[in-house]
């Protein structure tokens, strides 16, 4: 392992201004979003939908410093026959390699679930790193509920999480480590805060057990946040302080950079909460996004499946995609969406 170079990555990772396009929808999660959009779920449609977000050069260029794709996206070309991951590259951005293979239900742990995917994965991080990945990302998935989550679930999500960063770093690829504490449930946001602070300091822990560098790595949590459901929605700064207070105690300052999943909130919600947080200053790592649904959301409704659209899509993608990278330096502001508009 070259931690010199895999904090290189990490760094830029997380560049000011920058943040990460979490394009790694499974076959089954990117069938849901077309589903949505009306548009149908096939090889081609997938690349051209992927392929139209890469080719956005105003939003890839200025704004994204990494894509994490899917495995069938990692192999796929674009329609004129250049491989999608060299689109990536050729924007400067890096692209990366969601490399868990989805949950499990968790014996003995009614309604948890455990991630799984680490049998062969050395072998599997050797290809990746050939086609170019640079990183990786594993999320594990906590769900909050009457008497969940169990100690049980927690400690053995946080110990497959840590195995697979140290099998990144020694693939010379930077792990993401990523575990979402959901926000499907009606728990109002200090539940939210007590059950990350637990998963987050079992996480530390294994990752220290298993001898990963903090320096080549890359924290993607969730925000303390209600639960969507809750009738007690907490309000900006509520969520930023909070967040930012979990943070400080749970996460070293040996880790580059965190970089937030959207998890199911709106839009201008992830954006506006990643700004505020800026904005609080004073932070030891770097806080930026890696959003999925909260910023291809309006592109794939701009879009539609239509190669019409293509131009529509692509300014749809860089809006939200310089909203989020003002936000990551703390200088967005709620008017310059509707400037936009
Ligand atoms: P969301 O931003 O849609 O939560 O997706 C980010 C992600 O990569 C979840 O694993």
């Given at each position: 392992m070259n931690l010199t170079d895999l904090n290189k990555v990490a760094l830029a990772m997380v560049t000011p201004g920058k943040g990460i396009l979490a394009?790694?929808?499974?076959s089954g999660t990117i069938k849901k979003r077309f589903d949505a959009i009306r548009v149908e779920s096939t090889e081609d449609n997938r690349r051209d939908y992927r392929e139209m977000l890469f080719r956005s050069q105003e939003a890839m260029s200025k704004y994204i410093s990494g894509v994490i794709l899917y495995d069938e996206t990692i192999w796929q070309n674009a329609?004129?026959?250049?491989p999608l991951v060299k689109l990536i590259e050729e924007s400067g951005a890096i692209p990366g390699i969601k490399v868990d293979e989805g949950t499990q239900a968790l014996p003995n742990c009614p309604g948890e679930l455990v991630t799984v995917g680490l049998d062969k994965l050395a072998e599997r991080l050797k290809k990746y790193y050939e086609r170019g990945a640079r990183f990786a990302k594993w999320r594990a998935v906590i769900d909050i509920g009457a008497g969940i989550p169990s100690m049980t679930a927690i400690s053995v999500n946080a110990h497959a999480l840590a195995r697979y960063a140290a099998l990144c770093q020694n693939a010379q690829i930077v792990p993401i480590v990523e575990p979402e504490v959901l926000m499907d449930g009606d728990h109002d946001i200090d539940r939210c805060y007590d059950v990350t602070q637990r998963v987050l300091n079992k996480t530390f822990q294994e990752l220290r057990v298993q001898r990963?560098?903090?320096?080549g790595m890359v924290l993607k949590p969730n925000m303390a946040i209600a639960g969507k459901k809750s009738p007690k929605q907490a309000s900006v700064q509520e969520v930023a302080e909070k967040t930012i207070r979990l943070l400080k105690s749970c996460v070293p300052a040996a880790v580059p950079g965190i970089a937030f999943l959207s998890g199911g909130q709106s839009d201008e919600e992830a954006t506006a909460h990643l700004d505020a947080m800026n904005k609080i200053g004073g932070l030891p790592w770097r806080l930026t996004f890696s959003y999925g649904r909260a910023l291809q959301a309006a592109p794939q409704k701009a879009w539609s499946?239509?190669?019409?659209?293509v131009p529509a899509g692509q300014r749809a993608f860089s809006h939200r995609a310089r909203m989020n990278g003002l936000a990551s330096t703390g200088?967005?502001?709620?008017g310059l969406e509707k400037q936009a508009a």
């Amino acid at each position: 392992m070259n931690l010199t170079d895999l904090n290189k990555v990490a760094l830029a990772m997380v560049t000011p201004g920058k943040g990460i396009l979490a394009a790694d929808e499974s076959s089954g999660t990117i069938k849901k979003r077309f589903d949505a959009i009306r548009v149908e779920s096939t090889e081609d449609n997938r690349r051209d939908y992927r392929e139209m977000l890469f080719r956005s050069q105003e939003a890839m260029s200025k704004y994204i410093s990494g894509v994490i794709l899917y495995d069938e996206t990692i192999w796929q070309n674009a329609k004129d026959g250049t491989p999608l991951v060299k689109l990536i590259e050729e924007s400067g951005a890096i692209p990366g390699i969601k490399v868990d293979e989805g949950t499990q239900a968790l014996p003995n742990c009614p309604g948890e679930l455990v991630t799984v995917g680490l049998d062969k994965l050395a072998e599997r991080l050797k290809k990746y790193y050939e086609r170019g990945a640079r990183f990786a990302k594993w999320r594990a998935v906590i769900d909050i509920g009457a008497g969940i989550p169990s100690m049980t679930a927690i400690s053995v999500n946080a110990h497959a999480l840590a195995r697979y960063a140290a099998l990144c770093q020694n693939a010379q690829i930077v792990p993401i480590v990523e575990p979402e504490v959901l926000m499907d449930g009606d728990h109002d946001i200090d539940r939210c805060y007590d059950v990350t602070q637990r998963v987050l300091n079992k996480t530390f822990q294994e990752l220290r057990v298993q001898r990963v560098a903090l320096e080549g790595m890359v924290l993607k949590p969730n925000m303390a946040i209600a639960g969507k459901k809750s009738p007690k929605q907490a309000s900006v700064q509520e969520v930023a302080e909070k967040t930012i207070r979990l943070l400080k105690s749970c996460v070293p300052a040996a880790v580059p950079g965190i970089a937030f999943l959207s998890g199911g909130q709106s839009d201008e919600e992830a954006t506006a909460h990643l700004d505020a947080m800026n904005k609080i200053g004073g932070l030891p790592w770097r806080l930026t996004f890696s959003y999925g649904r909260a910023l291809q959301a309006a592109p794939q409704k701009a879009w539609s499946g239509k190669t019409d659209n293509v131009p529509a899509g692509q300014r749809a993608f860089s809006h939200r995609a310089r909203m989020n990278g003002l936000a990551s330096t703390g200088k967005w502001a709620a008017g310059l969406e509707k400037q936009a508009a």
